[in-house]
């Protein structure tokens, strides 16, 4: 935590003296005839560093008069703090994906980023991309938006449903109440068995939150926020009933909390978080896998009394900054090629085949220029479904701190049954107020 302060410092500092001075870089400045050129972060991901040098030759064949430079960022020994190590040393680009809504939060407070919103043209761009209800829920506490997403993977869980039918369960579970009905049929017929294999259950790591507990809050809370700027506004009875469910199935034998090797895929355990990046893995490793016949992907259950058919997960999602020491005419340059991009449905198209992550758009499983794609992959059909459905991460400039928290006052202890779960939503909720302040 003392490392990722002395990095906000450090941006903090760089960045308004960047500013004051109109530092920047000299491979990205223009010749006074009109031209720009200006350097363009992909994601330290061969398949997306491919898919924006394409788009960068297209347009600079369109557009003579514009360079675009796209390299991969750096990722030593993140790339978070190799944005961050960039920004101090004045060597930031114009533009970068990559971006993650707590991670713009802090770069945001830092002054280290523009909103979007105010660039010409940006309106145009999100009626072009039909991405206005997706969109929504990436507004930051000031009310700008300072990330575009790209891609929204609507987090879902995957059940094998070949073992639910040996239990006698034809479809797999939706309340919590079904959730424990399933997993004490498990261990009366697969004592070894388990429901949930999570190692990340017992561990503070603050990334895999995501994919535990906020994939569960966000459904039992219907998509409440958690925190809202420096304020703590989360649901407690959905935070509470979240916590209670992760007690019953560590109470009843049914979470495997040491490390496994594919327990999901060999039916060690029934149930898993999954992302669409999954299937790939699948294809080569284990090509018995198939949709409808082995396994079948749901939104994640929720208490009693919630509606199923309208709940929410997370959103595992990053997207676009422009940062602010670049030039005005640098920073435009940048946003006109995004909008370009974008502006077209061939171009989300292409990045969903090199990349399979479903991009960030309202109308994915409805427009004709994808159904065809995922009538042929319909693993990812419900990953298009529920992109209106997932909530992205929580913009907040210390999110790392917050989702720390999380674990180790609340997750951790309940799952390894050190707290119950009333105790350890007031003990977290304390020390999250402590963290905003």
Request: glycine fraction near 6%; include cysteine; proline fraction near 6%.
């Amino acid at each position: 935590m003392k490392k990722i302060r002395y990095y906000r410092l450090l941006v903090l500092l760089f960045v308004t003296a960047m500013i004051a001075s109109g530092c920047q870089s000299e491979s990205s400045s223009g010749e006074g005839d009109g031209s720009v050129e200006f350097d363009f972060w992909a994601a330290p991901n061969p398949s997306q560093q491919v898919f924006w040098e394409d788009m960068a030759k297209q347009y600079m064949k369109e557009n003579e008069n514009v360079k675009i430079n796209v390299s991969p960022m750096p990722e030593s020994p993140s790339s978070e703090a190799g944005i961050q190590s960039a920004i101090a040393a004045g060597n930031a680009p114009a533009i970068s994906e990559n971006i993650s809504r707590g991670f713009a939060a802090q770069l945001a407070g830092s002054s280290a980023i523009v909103p979007m919103e105010e660039f010409e043209g940006y309106d145009e761009l999100i009626q072009e991309r039909k991405m206005e209800e997706t969109i929504a829920s990436w507004k930051f506490a000031d009310d700008h938006q300072y990330v575009l997403p790209i891609y929204s993977n609507a987090m879902l869980f995957a059940w094998r449903t070949d073992i639910l039918k040996e239990l006698g369960f034809e479809e797999p579970p939706k309340t919590y109440a079904e959730v424990l009905a399933v997993g004490e049929k498990l261990k009366e017929q697969y004592p070894k068995k388990f429901l949930w294999s999570r190692a990340d259950l017992v561990k503070p790591t603050w990334w895999a939150r995501w994919f535990d507990f906020f994939m569960l809050y966000n459904g039992a809370s219907e998509g409440n926020n958690f925190v809202e700027g420096n304020e703590f506004v989360a649901n407690k009875e959905a935070g509470v009933q979240t916590l209670q469910l992760l007690k019953d199935l560590s109470e009843k034998d049914l979470l495997l909390t040491r490390e496994a090797t594919d327990p999901f895929e060999t039916g060690q355990s029934i149930m898993m978080d999954i992302g669409p990046w999954t299937f790939s893995y699948w294809a080569e490793k284990f090509p018995e896998m198939k949709l409808g016949e082995t396994y079948d992907l749901t939104m994640p259950p929720v208490p009693e009394g919630v509606d199923y058919e309208n709940t929410k997960t997370f959103a595992d999602t990053k997207g676009l900054s422009i940062y602010a020491s670049a030039s005005k005419e640098q920073q435009q340059a940048a946003f006109d090629f995004v909008k370009w991009v974008y502006s077209n449905p061939e171009h989300d198209l292409e990045w969903l085949k090199q990349t399979n992550l479903p991009p960030a758009r309202d109308d994915l499983s409805t427009n004709e220029t994808f159904t065809g794609y995922l009538d042929e992959h319909p693993e990812l059909q419900e990953y298009a479904n529920n992109i209106p459905n997932a909530v992205p991460p929580i913009d907040s400039e210390v999110t790392v701190e917050v989702q720390e928290v999380i674990g180790t006052e609340a997750v951790n202890p309940v799952v390894k049954g050190e707290k119950d779960p009333e105790q350890a939503w007031s003990d977290m909720t304390d020390a999250i107020n402590k963290v905003l302040k």
